[in-house]
């Protein structure tokens, strides 16, 4: 099995076109869709200056797929998180595609200056060529950043991931791993936060809490890590 890294400029889509404008501010995706299927709602994560965080709500709030932003914490905090909902009609989703394909995706992508960042799982039978040549045919820029056997990891690389899973708290290991377990961050997975707080023993707000902050320690060290390596965006 290979990890593959592809950077995506989706044209077209609110979250990557409006931050396109607004490039001193990073979006990751910190929850799932929910929802019905004309009206979907996920959380996401911005980290930026406080003015231009503002200034990019404005302009998502205006976009027309977008029926609803929801600030859950204050602006002027280091991680920004807000409700969106939007009308899934008329949301193009990388996410969809890439589960319509078959492909492995790893959640919290996260969205600077218009370009998605997107980690795929792919075997020996799919097709990196033609992943990338569907989401061009859609409208879409893509470019591949990282392109790795999962064997070829090297051992430092595995101490670190073991150093960050020490790093979080015993509540966030077991919300974190009860998630896994029950197929969270599968493509077509069924499991909600709801079910997960339920299989824990906690209120779904908390189980949420546990697992956004669980995920954005993992996210953090992915992002040393790429800085470490030398793998970084390239502007067009």
Known sequence: MREVTLRIRHHGEPESDISAAHPSITLR??????????????????????SSIE????????????????????LD??????????DSYRWDSISQRLTDMG?????????????????????DSDDLNEIVASLERAGNDADL?????????????????????????????????????LGYYRPKKETSIEDIAAEVGI????AWEHLARAEAKVMDEVGKHFSSTGVRSSNR
């Not at 995706?29 to 406080?50: L, N, Q, Y």
């Not at 205006?62 to 600030?71: N, R, S």
């Not at 905090?77 to 939007?86: D, F, H, K, Q, S």
């Not at 966030?172 to 998630?179: C, D, F, H, I, N």
């Open 29 to 50: 995706s910190v929850s799932s869709m929910t929802g019905s299927a004309a009206e979907r709602k996920r959380i996401i994560e911005i980290t930026g200056p406080e």
């Open 55 to 74: 200034a990019f709500l404005e302009d998502f709030a205006a976009a027309d797929a977008v029926l609803d932003v929801d600030p859950l914490t204050p």
């Open 77 to 86: 905090v280091a991680r920004v998180l807000v409700a969106i909902t939007y």
């Open 103 to 123: 492909v492995h995706y790893r959640t919290g992508t996260t969205i600077t200056a218009g370009w998605e960042r997107w980690t795929v799982y792919l075997d």
């Open 145 to 181: 950043v990282r392109n790795v056997e999962l064997g070829e990891l090297s051992e430092q690389e595995q101490l670190e991931f073991s150093r960050v899973l020490h790093e979080l708290t015993r509540r966030q290991r077991e919300v974190l791993g009860t998630a896994i377990e």
């Open 203 to 206: 209120a779904s707000t908390t």
